[in-house]
Every structure is written in structure tokens, then in C-alpha cells.
């Protein structure tokens, strides 16, 4: 079975800087995707960079980017120039590839909540 | 566009009462549909998954059930609520095929007292 774990329950960063959230899983699988969501206050789950991990090359969205080494199963989230809306719950998951497709099936770790203070 | 709705955005039931839950999305055809909860401060469980109208997967054994009656419609029921059954729930739905990111709506926040 596979499992996520976030050991980092709360972080605080000051606006404009950079904070970094881990994660690291277990799986016996080699193809699989993983993804951290972000949680605001609102509670509307919102998908903030996913990785493909047959892909080497580290996902990157604007101001968004994970370091993903797979030998080490670890799959961390950067933010950069951190924003007041930035202010959320993060979570980080995974999915397992079922041959041709997928089910969806995601395996969430239980979160990060992140605090940027202006 | 395709956009994912569930009703209500809050529920309060007393222990022992019956529980249905709706999700519809709109927008797509055949989507995968997913039922989560999440307890407070946790993240979140994969409580049941439909891949096609009538066609649902369990993952974890529970007081809940799930139906699709129709290809965009996902419910989630229960006969009688525990207290434990409070939380809140996620639905979400992703197209068929590879490297399908999945949608959330905007939640439950189910009561039971």
C-alpha cells in the first residue's frame, strides 16, 4: 500500500520570501503521479503542480516547484516570493497508474498549513 | 468549460438519520467521479469511486454508500448517521485516461449531533 507523509504540520513564512514543504512516500510502483494541492480557508481544493514520475526534469508553475528525487521518494514544494494568498492548507498526493489509464485514486498525506505573514 | 456542483455546503443531522448527498458536473461526458472526506485538520480519504453509471468501488468499509443513476451524477447516501460519519466531504470527478488531473467541488461540511 502506498503511503504519504507530510511531517511538517505548520510553517510560517514572511511575505517575498521563499518556503519549502516536504513530502515523502512509499510505493512499490514506478509509474506514478504525484501533486500538491492547495487548501485556503474557502476549503475549494485547488491543484497546484503535478509530476509525472517517469519524468527527470523537476515541474515547475510560476512561482511554484517541486524537487522531486524518486530513489529517495521525496517530493517537496518551493514557493517563491511568497504571497498573502499563498495562506492554505498544502497537501501533498499521490496516484498510481493502472495500466492505460487511472483511476484517480489519490493518496493524500495529512497536510501543511502554511501561514505567509505580511 | 466543465464545472463540478455539490449541494448542500452544510449539513447538520441528527444521529440516526438518513443522509443523501448529490454531485453533478457538467460540461463532460463519462467523467470518473470520486467521493472524499476529509476529517477535521486531516487530509483527505477516498471513500468511493465510479468509473461508469452503476459501476461503484468502495475503498474503505463504512456506514456510507454511493450510486451513479445517471453518467454525470454521483451520490452519496447513508440509512442512518453515526457520529462519527461527521466531516467534510469532496467530490470530484477526472477524465478517463492517463494523466488526468481530478476537480474538486466546493464541499460538505456534514454535522452529525
Known amino acids: 500500500a502506498q503511503t504519504v507523509t507530510q511531517s511538517q504540520p505548520e510553517m510560517s513564512v514572511q511575505e517575498a520570501e521563499t518556503v519549502t514543504l516536504s513530502c515523502t512516500y512509499d510505493t512499490s510502483e514506478n509509474n506514478y503521479y504525484l501533486f500538491w494541492y492547495k487548501q485556503p480557508p474557502s476549503r475549494q481544493m485547488i491543484l497546484v503542480i503535478r509530476?509525472?514520475?517517469?519524468?527527470?526534469q523537476n515541474a515547475t508553475e510560476n512561482r511554484f516547484s517541486v524537487n522531486f528525487q524518486k530513489a529517495a521518494k521525496s517530493f517537496s514544494l518551493k514557493i517563491s516570493d511568497s504571497q498573502l494568498g499563498d495562506t492554505a492548507m498544502y497537501f501533498c498526493a499521490f496516484m498510481k497508474l493502472h495500466g492505460s489509464g487511472n483511476t484517480g485514486k489519490l493518496i493524500f498525506g495529512q497536510g501543511t498549513t502554511l501561514q505567509v505573514k505580511p | 468549460s466543465q464545472t463540478i456542483h455539490q449541494w448542500p455546503a452544510t449539513l447538520v443531522q441528527p444521529v440516526g438519520s438518513p443522509l443523501s448527498l448529490e454531485c453533478t458536473v457538467e460540461?463532460?461526458?463519462?467523467?470518473?467521479l470520486y467521493w472524499y472526506r476529509q476529517a477535521a485538520g486531516r487530509g483527505l480519504q477516498l471513500l468511493f469511486y465510479s468509473v461508469g453509471i452503476g459501476q461503484i468501488s468502495s475503498e474503505v468499509p463504512q456506514n456510507l454508500s454511493a450510486s451513479r443513476p445517471q453518467d454525470r451524477q454521483f451520490i452519496l447516501s447513508s440509512k442512518k448517521l453515526l457520529l462519527s460519519d461527521s466531516g467534510f466531504y469532496l467530490c470530484?470527478?477526472?477524465?478517463?485516461?492517463?494523466?488526468?488531473?481530478?476537480?474538486f467541488g466546493s464541499g460538505t461540511q456534514l454535522s452529525v449531533l
Open positions: 460540461g463532460t461526458s463519462n467523467p470518473n
Open positions: 509530476q509525472e514520475a517517469y519524468k527527470q
Open positions: 470530484a470527478w477526472s477524465r478517463t485516461g492517463p494523466n488526468e488531473k481530478l476537480f
